[in-house]
């Protein structure tokens, strides 16, 4: 049920935003919501075509007066992130999202939102049902598996497309436009450890972390937001006898993990030992934190484990950790201090029955600057006798600040909201590298409303850019 105070203007996109809320769609099962594209499309006479991983092209007729002009491409992907906070009991492949306004926002009840990208999903909808918007003909392209790797623009059928003219609908900052976005790869790294029964006498403790911020991989990795995975395994550091039971944490390799848990054994009087210890640690990490992690909960209880990794081995599961990178690597020399050049997640790590399972992924923008990097990350790995997984990577779109269309769009913009817009690239992988290596010679364009906290519970919307975002998306493509 659409909350009293949901937004209403501009009503055809807001109706189809909230009409994509209630489709579950998680990536790899976006089947239901493009039947739902599908089922529109036909009612509206509009022709439709889908390639061999299910990227979904509608074609649009251009309205009257602009039928003959060049066709416009309108991008988005069809999946979204699902990350529910621990206190939160929701199925993202059966259940809707519940949506709440709060101060000017809109965000979903403790889980992600979706509006990464399905505000841009909806906005593109409103394109294809309201007749009384001026444009071109449009190509309205929905990928699929953007958040687990970008799988659906990597697997694109290019035949689908014929525009050179392209909108992406993906960025999450008003009054920005964006002409360039990172490029990434990543590992899987696993390994076997022998397990043998915890020692009499023993105590048996679970450690979790709670309340940290968490978020997005790229654009918000220069927030210096805490990782759970790291903060885990430092805790540990100092404790007696330890010997590690399980360890999970971190839900994919484009979120900053915000929780987790480990089960540990240790010497007796290790307890209280590290009990005494957290309140310190837990105000030394205060001191460095952003206020984002302000929430942060370190608590301890009883546990009870049958098996445990050998003292040797658990010492060596957290110096690994402990060594491993995380967060921005470099900065730009031409941007915003704020931009960063290269980056790390350490994004998942799950430990059960003595298999231990590591996932991280990296983002840049000179593939070059990533080697050294990468080859830092792989000699760990071969020190740590890790088997090695390589994630298939994606391509950076590089900035061409000389695009015309960029060019028009900031004139727009500057007509119609009394200044220019800022001209940046984003530390995030959009799909607009890869579409662009499939076809060199499209013009490309990004912006979107503001969305903040985007891969994390806190996902929110800032309604009052919506409407400004919507008539400059129709008074560019009336202009083209």
């Known amino acids: 049920m659409k909350p009293d105070n949901y937004p209403s203007e501009p009503a055809c996109l807001w109706e189809h935003f909230y ?21 529109l499309a036909e009612e509206l006479g509009h022709s439709w075509r889908c390639d061999d991983v299910g990227n979904l092209l509608v074609s649009v007729a251009g309205s009257e007066g602009l039928a003959g002009r060049e066709p416009v491409i309108i991008q988005n992907h069809l999946d979204m992130v699902t990350v529910k906070a621990g206190d939160k009991t929701h199925d993202f ?19 992600t939102l979706g509006a990464d990208n399905g505000l841009g999903c909806a906005a593109a909808l409103a394109l294809m049902t309201d007749t009384s918007i001026a444009h071109p003909p449009l190509e309205l392209l929905f990928t699929v598996d953007e958040e687990t790797g970008l799988g659906g623009a990597l697997n694109l059928d ?100 915000r929780e987790g848990r ?11 030992q590290l009990e005494r210890s957290l309140e310190a640690f837990r105000a030394d990490l205060a001191s460095y934190l952003p206020a984002a992690d302000s929430a942060m909960q370190l608590a301890l209880q009883s546990g009870r484990f049958t098996t445990v990794l050998a003292r040797q081995d658990s010492r060596q599961v957290l110096d690994l950790l402990a060594a491993f990178p995380h967060g921005a690597q470099a900065y730009s020399l031409q941007q915003p201090a704020d931009l960063v050049d290269l980056s790390i997640n350490l994004a998942v790590l799950e430990l059960r029955d003595g298999r231990l399972f590591v996932e991280a992924s990296f983002r840049y923008f000179n593939e070059q600057q990533s080697l050294p990097l990468q080859h830092s990350v792989l000699a760990l790995a071969a020190a740590f006798r890790l088997t090695v997984n390589p994630v298939v990577g994606y391509p950076g779109w590089q900035p061409d600040f000389d695009s015309p269309l960029l060019a028009r769009g900031i004139a727009l913009h500057e007509q119609l909201f009394g200044h220019k817009p800022a001209v940046k690239a984003i530390h995030a992988g959009l799909e607009c590298g890869i579409l662009k290596g499939k076809k060199p010679d499209v013009d490309i364009l990004s912006f979107g409303p503001t969305i903040r906290g985007a891969h994390s519970p806190t996902e929110r919307l800032q309604i009052e850019t919506v409407a400004p975002f919507w008539r400059f998306l129709t008074r560019l493509l009336a202009s083209l």
């Open 19 to 39: 009409r994509i809320s209630q489709i579950p769609r998680p990536s790899k099962q976006e089947a239901a919501v493009r039947q739902y594209i599908i089922d």
């Open 158 to 257: 290019p035949s689908l497309l014929s525009a050179t003219l392209m909108l992406n609908l993906d960025t999450e900052d008003w009054h920005e436009l964006y002409v360039g976005c990172a490029g990434g790869g990543g590992w899987e790294f696993t390994r076997e450890y022998e397990v043998e029964a915890p020692a009499v006498g023993a105590e048996h403790w679970i450690l979790s972390v709670q309340g940290l911020a968490g978020g997005h991989s790229g654009i918000q990795i220069h927030e210096q937001l805490g990782n759970a995975i790291k903060l885990l395994s430092q805790a540990l550091r100092d404790v007696p006898g330890l010997q590690l039971a399980n360890m999970s944490s971190g839900v994919a390799h484009n979120v900053i993990p």
């Open 262 to 272: 480990v089960g540990f054994v240790c010497a007796a009087g290790g307890g209280v």
């Open 93 to 111: 492949e059966r259940d809707p999202l519940t949506l709440q306004v709060v101060d000017g926002w809109l965000q979903a009840d403790r889980t």
